[in-house]
């Protein structure tokens, strides 16, 4: 297979880096080369960039809003943004609620939301998790019965719902049958969380961020109109929306980047009079860090010049979200062991390490979550056992 990109698929790559930086603001900019985060403001203000660039849902048809670009461009787009160390934007509307309802939705749904989900004037949230249904998601309880008069009633619990209390709409897997197996009977609602008897309640993470909530549902009565297709089919629609985009999971370019980071770490971090970048240890770490993004890059690569000749991106892209995440993991592991307990920087006394450095640590926690959401690592090792590896009593 040829991984090598075209001179036209070049030539949009210089383009795509070109724009990025004139377009990206100059604080934007100042806060991207500081490998800071950015605030939720910040992160539509670059949506609404996007928007009127017209690359604000790459994935999306030309018909309702897309760029028209192909798969490749695609890819070379995601990257040089995630390279630029640009805001990611926010994925529930463009990426996960959008396709769907531009697959399964009908016109008046498509023509309700698609409009203000590319223009970031409706903000989505994600209602699947509950206690008891994470990676088993089709035992999940939250009820929603027919009144018989035009409404679903809603009652039950989500949580790990992430920024809800800042979302308008809320997509939710809700049981509206019990089928002779649990993955049928689930309806797919979309939920306005103004909606009396929806309430959001934030809560506190190790990486100090109120980033989710537990969603409650009290009697909330939801439109019929916004259940999307058939009331009872929502398991097969959730399930197609898992095949949208699979070639963007592995994260290669925030890791490049990450790279780069550690390397001047390592420069300003002594070790006995010696920066620990010349130590054979911390080299060696380094080093392997970077073959193994090198092999993710060309799995990556592989996968999009498959998806390029019109092959859908199967069970391998379990391979790219299970390295993409660990390595991603082991960025953070080696900055942490790198700055020692400096990184732990709000015990530190003012400029004992660059103000870009502090963020380290809250980001290490923060990514702890990585190998769990959007389908745990060991659920993508059940994939990659069942379906590429063909292994005995999976
Ligand atoms: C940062 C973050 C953001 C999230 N945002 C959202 C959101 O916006 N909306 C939403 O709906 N959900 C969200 N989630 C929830 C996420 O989808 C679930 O955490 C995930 O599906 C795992 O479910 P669980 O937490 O219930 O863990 P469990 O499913 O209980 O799993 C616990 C452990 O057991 C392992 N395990 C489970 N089943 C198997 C198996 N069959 N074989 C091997 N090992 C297994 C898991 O890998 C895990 O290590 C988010 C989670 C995180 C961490």
């Known amino acids: ?64 809003g897309g760029p028209g670009l192909d798969v490749t461009e695609r890819f070379i787009l995601s990257e040089e943004l995630e390279l630029a160390g640009a805001p990611t934007l926010s994925p529930f509307g463009l990426g996960m609620v959008g396709p769907l309802i531009i697959q399964f939705g009908n016109k008046a749904q498509k023509e309700r939301f698609l409009p203000k989900i590319l223009s970031g004037e409706e903000v989505w949230c994600q209602g699947y998790s509950e206690p008891n249904a994470g990676s088993d998601l089709a035992s ?12 679903y009633v809603l009652n039950g619990q989500k949580t790990w719902t992430t920024y809800a209390q800042f979302a308008d709409w ?124 090198e092999a993710l890059r060309m799995a990556n690569y592989r996968t999009v010049a498959g998806a390029q000749l019109g092959k859908a991106p199967g069970p391998e892209s379990s391979i790219l979200k299970l390295r993409g995440t660990e390595i991603q993991q082991e960025c953070y592991e080696l900055m942490m062991d790198l700055m020692g307990t400096h990184a732990l920087s709000w015990f530190n006394e003012p400029g004992t390490i660059p103000a870009r450095e502090e963020a380290v640590a809250s980001d290490h926690n923060y990514l702890r979550a990585a190998t769990i959401y959007a389908g745990s690592n060991e659920i993508q090792k059940n994939i990659i056992a069942k379906m590429i590896l063909d292994l005995p009593g999976t």
Not at 41 to 64: D, Q, S
Not at 140 to 151: I, N, V
């Open 170 to 293: 809320i997509f939710v897997l809700a049981r509206t049958e019990q089928g002779p197996k649990k993955q049928n009977g689930i309806g797919f609602f979309l939920v306005d969380m103004k909606t009396p008897g929806v309430l959001a309640k934030p809560f506190l993470t190790t990486g100090n961020t109120l980033a989710f909530c537990e969603t409650w549902f009290e009697n909330a009565r939801v439109p019929a109109e916004n259940v999307v297709g058939e009331p009872t089919m929502g398991w097969t629609y959730a399930k197609a929306l898992l095949g949208h985009e699979r070639t963007l999971v592995a994260g290669v370019g925030r890791s490049t980047r990450q790279i780069v980071r550690i390397k001047r770490i390592a420069q300003s971090t002594m070790i006995d009079g010696r920066p620990a970048f010349e130590h054979p240890g911390y080299r060696a770490r380094i080093a392997r860090l970077e073959m193994d993004l």
């Open 1 to 64: 297979m040829d991984l090598s990109f075209t001179p036209a698929q070049i030539a949009f790559r210089s383009q795509v880096r070109e724009w990025i930086q004139s377009a990206l603001p100059p604080d934007m900019k100042a806060k991207a080369a500081a490998d800071a985060s950015f605030h939720r403001e910040e992160t539509m203000r670059w949506h609404k960039i996007l928007y009127e660039k017209g690359w604000v849902a790459p994935h999306w048809p030309k018909e309702v």
């Open 140 to 151: 999940l309880k939250l009820r929603a019965e027919s009144d018989g008069k035009g409404h």
